[in-house]
């Protein structure tokens, strides 16, 4: 695997490799990870053991390691979401042409005489035709031919997909193994912060910490808990976050309602933003609990939408806010706009 090691794929990984060894691994795996865990990194470990030409590779070294290692290996093929040419933003779905076109790689003899190997991520993204496409392969898959499909919702995989599979669930790391491996990767005081943000994710909270809206956060905050005491404009705020990365204000916006819920719930636990917890305690006493299971979801949806196209990412957080300007009417964030 490139980058740096991630202790908590070891287990998966090494079982991988001796199933390899063994002449024992699947035609087709289906990696289940949550966003920021590593399913990615796991896919690409066990492919770079397939190439390389060591019994106990990856070496690194290596022919196969090292056309790998530089995109160039011609036996393995990555699909995934495109990018759209006109908008510049990752497309929503993998198409149906993008499968055949790898189905007929597939059907090729390997060029390096080895095996053919590829990587579907997200495997969620195909579309009913891709997947459909994609399920004649996996029923009569050709020889020493690995197909590794990463999905962070295996469960939007249809059924007949997922029954070809192999499933491997990639496990979330305790939060001290996950603290360790991130103040290994940088020291930094805040590491637990990002990480309860992340919801227990290192990748994801080692890239909410290196984003621009780290530094943006506590600014950002105060804005947003103002809206619901009749302070502050919706529609600024969204203009403001759209210059940073709306997912990431959307996923540490979903910490805030779940932290809310928590504080609800049992009237204390432990919080994804502590440095907050006095205004959310003040806040979350006045709030309906059935709104903020509502704005939960909506947010989650909103997360998704945010990697569509055809969505207009500033009318989708300007609706959201507005919602949220209302938490603490009767009625109290009913008009969410985030529908099914």
Do not use: Y
């Not at 001796?18 to 289940?32: C, D, F």
């Not at 040419?85 to 499968?99: L, M, N, P, S």
């Not at 704005?295 to 945010?306: D, E, G, I, N, P």
């Amino acid at each position: 695997m490139s980058g740096p090691p991630l202790p908590w794929l070891e287990a998966p990984a090494r079982a991988l490799r001796q199933r390899l060894r063994e002449g024992t691994l699947p035609h087709a795996l289906l990696i289940g990870a949550a966003a920021g865990l590593g399913g990615t990194e796991l896919a690409s470990g066990i492919v770079a053991a397939v190439a390389c030409v060591t019994a106990e590779g990856p070496c690194g070294a290596c022919d196969g390691c090292r056309r790998l290692a530089q995109d160039q290996h011609p036996d393995h093929r990555l699909v995934t979401r495109l990018v759209d040419e006109d908008t510049g933003r990752v497309r929503k779905e993998i198409t149906v042409d993008q499968v055949r076109a790898l189905i007929a790689e597939l059907q090729l003899s390997s060029l390096l005489g080895g095996w053919k190997t590829a990587i579907v991520d997200p495997a969620e993204a195909m579309n009913r035709h891709a997947a459909n496409a994609l399920l004649k392969t996996l029923e009569e898959p050709p020889a020493a031919t690995l197909l590794v499909l990463v999905s962070s919702r295996p469960d939007r995989i249809p059924p007949t997909l997922r029954s070809r599979c192999q499933g491997i669930a990639v496990p979330r790391p305790t939060t001290s193994a996950a603290l360790a491996w991130l103040a290994a990767q940088q020291p930094r005081a805040d590491w637990a912060l990002w990480l309860a943000v992340a919801g227990g994710a290192p990748l994801a909270a080692r890239d909410l910490a290196g984003s621009s809206f780290a530094d943006q956060r506590s600014a950002l905050a105060r804005e947003l808990l103002d809206l619901p005491e009749g302070r502050g404009d919706p529609v600024r705020l969204a203009n403001q976050v759209i210059d940073h990365d709306p997912r990431r204000f959307v996923l540490w916006w979903s910490s805030v309602v779940r932290d809310l819920i928590v504080l609800h719930q049992v009237g204390a636990g432990r919080s994804s933003n502590p440095d907050l917890e006095p205004v959310l305690r003040n806040l979350g006493s006045r709030l309906h609990l059935t709104a903020l299971h509502r704005f939960l979801t909506a947010l989650q949806r909103s997360s998704a939408m945010l990697e569509d196209t055809t969505v207009n990412p500033a009318l989708l957080l300007q609706g959201l806010l507005v919602a949220w300007s209302t938490a603490l009417a009767p009625d109290a964030m009913k008009p969410i706009l985030v529908e099914d």
